[in-house]
């Protein structure tokens, strides 16, 4: 059995709001994520999931707990993480291209040949071959989402972090992103933490799903998907995956002291 | 009965009148793009036309309120290289002004947005400079600093250099959270954060902060002037009004508006060369 690469252990995080009251965003968080994993995260709104992602990231330091990676607690940021956010956050002065080698400059301070071939191989696999030097607001946001993904694995990290990284795009093109995101994965295989308010979203696309509670955020239960890879459109329609969306469901709305 | 009888001419009187409408309305079109495209400049010239009118019918005396045609004529009466040394005078000031407003407000704005110990004790300060009007302040910098123009500069730069600040500030902070976390999440340090994301992310907010300094870069000049000065537009204004040459003072005027306009447009070219991007995309 390979050793996890993230773990939490016993994770807690509380926050001072502004009017000085303690708010417990997360609470004895502890699961593993395996080499290769896809694990979705899901939970209500404020119940700590981004919390969680800049845990991992090294930007913030948990107040109780620890999270590891490959066994060392996180301190400060590492390399071998990327990240996609909810919104692209695409820098307007930059063009496609100079948008994916951004994290080649903003740490290195230049951008190579070899970076830009590279960058141009992810455009391909994100399947914007064509749109290298086109500027950023010519581009739908599926196309952006799409450059911010290309960036995020201009670096080559092992773990890809995704904060709701399709709830901004429409419903047709949320799919089609979900099955872009897979075929990726499958050709650059990472630890992925993908966090979404979807049920459907999370089935389709994890291995396993981490349900959690409302404030404080806490591990409510974490569902195997054993849905069979790779995934494709028949799946939606899979019994096994209408039966574990709805037992999702009906676990999201119980009451915590039901469950 | 009453129904139809009330519904015939309804339906027959659009077709009626479609028929003359049709090409009047053709007329009408090209009238308005017409009309779009001329329009600022009819309406200048009729303004202008009912001033020159305005003077002859009601005889307005010309040291009350000069007739175009006499600040025309009053313009011309000044030989070339006399305007030429004032504009200079003028400019010169200004464009330092602007200049020294800009190297000291960008680094201040970002040393603001920086650190909150700075911006908690710095901030007051500006401000109160801010609320000083520089106008009754001028005569104090002039006896300071001598006759030269190193005053003027000072009070253009005075004039000039808070909106700059200001505005940079709020597009420093303006910045989404999620491109400084990339950024601390790439280690990347805080002069890239600042020079990388920030201060491009400030551009626009910065330009539209120096499209309003130059008005007030010109202002500046000319109060400086109104103080203390042998050269320059604001001189020649005060000048022409001792001797009750208004026309020649409001020539004077009209070539500071000039001067104004000039510079605004400037940096919309400057903006339009250098960062294009920061223009609304219909704009480009
Ligand atoms: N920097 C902070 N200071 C104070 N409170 C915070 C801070 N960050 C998060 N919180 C609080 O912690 C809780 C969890 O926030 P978090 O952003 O992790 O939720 P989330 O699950 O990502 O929500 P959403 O689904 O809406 O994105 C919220 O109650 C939030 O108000
Ligand atoms: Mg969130």
Request: with cysteine.
């Amino acid at each position: 059995m390979q050793p996890p690469v993230i773990s939490f252990k016993r994770l807690g995080q509380v926050f001072e709001t502004a009017a000085g009251r303690a708010v417990t965003a997360l609470d004895g968080v502890s699961f593993d994520i395996g080499r290769h994993e896809f694990v979705a995260v899901l939970g209500p709104s404020g119940c700590g999931k981004s919390t969680l992602l800049r845990l991992i990231a090294g930007l913030i330091a948990p107040t109780r707990g620890s999270v590891e990676i490959w066994g060392m607690p996180v301190t400060e940021p590492r390399d071998e993480i990327g990240i996609v956010f909810q919104r692209p956050t695409l820098l307007p002065w930059f063009d496609v291209l100079g948008n994916v080698t951004f994290p080649m400059r903003h740490k290195y301070g230049r951008v190579g040949e070899a970076e830009r071939a590279r960058a141009r191989e992810l455009l391909a696999l994100v399947d914007l071959a064509d749109f290298a030097d086109k500027r950023i607001d010519e581009l739908s946001g599926g196309m952006q989402q799409r450059v911010a993904i290309a960036r995020a694995l201009l670096l080559d990290p092992d773990i890809l972090l995704m904060d709701e990284p399709f709830s901004a795009l429409d419903a047709l093109t949320r799919d089609e992103m979900s099955f872009e995101l897979l075929r990726i994965w499958s050709e650059r295989p990472k630890t992925v933490l993908f966090i979404t308010h979807s049920i459907p979203e999370a089935v389709l696309l994890a291995d396993r799903i981490v349900v959690m509670t409302p404030r404080p955020g806490r591990v409510r239960e974490i569902l195997d998907v054993p849905l069979p890879r790779p995934r494709s459109l028949a799946t939606l329609t899979d019994p096994t995956f209408h039966a574990l969306a709805d037992h999702i469901r009906g676990t999201l709305f119980s009451r915590p002291a039901a469950a | 009965m009453s129904d139809t009888t009330a519904a015939a001419p309804e339906t027959t009187l659009p077709e009626t009148d479609a028929a003359p409408t049709a090409p009047a309305a053709g007329v009408g079109t090209t009238l308005l793009a017409w009309l779009d495209r001329f329009a600022p400049a009819l309406a200048f010239a009729a303004a202008l036309a009912v001033w020159e009118a305005a003077t002859w019918v009601f005889a307005i005396p010309s040291f009350l309120l000069p007739a175009p045609s006499a600040i025309v004529a009053a313009g011309l009466a000044t030989p070339a290289e006399v305007w030429l040394g004032h504009i200079w005078a003028t400019l010169r000031v200004a464009l330092m002004g602007y200049l020294l407003a800009i190297a000291v407000s960008v680094p201040l704005a970002v040393a603001l947005a920086s650190s909150r110990l700075l911006s908690r004790t710095l901030y007051p300060m500006l401000v109160v400079v801010q609320s000083t009007p520089i106008v009754a302040v001028a005569p104090i910098i002039v006896v300071t600093l001598g006759a030269s123009d190193l005053p003027r500069v000072v009070i253009t730069f005075l004039i000039t250099f808070f909106p700059i600040v200001v505005s940079t500030v709020t597009g420093l902070l303006s910045t989404p959270e999620e491109l400084i976390e990339l950024s601390r999440s790439l280690r990347a340090g805080r002069s890239r954060e600042i020079l990388h994301i920030r201060l491009p992310y400030a551009v626009p907010h910065l330009v539209s902060a120096l499209k309003i300094s130059t008005t007030l870069a010109v202002i500046g000049a000319v109060v400086a002037e109104f103080v203390a000065a042998e050269r320059g537009l604001g001189f020649f204004i005060l000048f022409s009004t001792s001797f009750f040459k208004i026309p020649a003072a409001f020539a004077g005027l009209v070539v500071l508006v000039a001067i104004s306009l000039a510079l605004f447009r400037l940096v919309g070219l400057a903006q339009k060369m250098l960062v294009p991007w920061s223009l609304p995309k219909s704009e480009r």
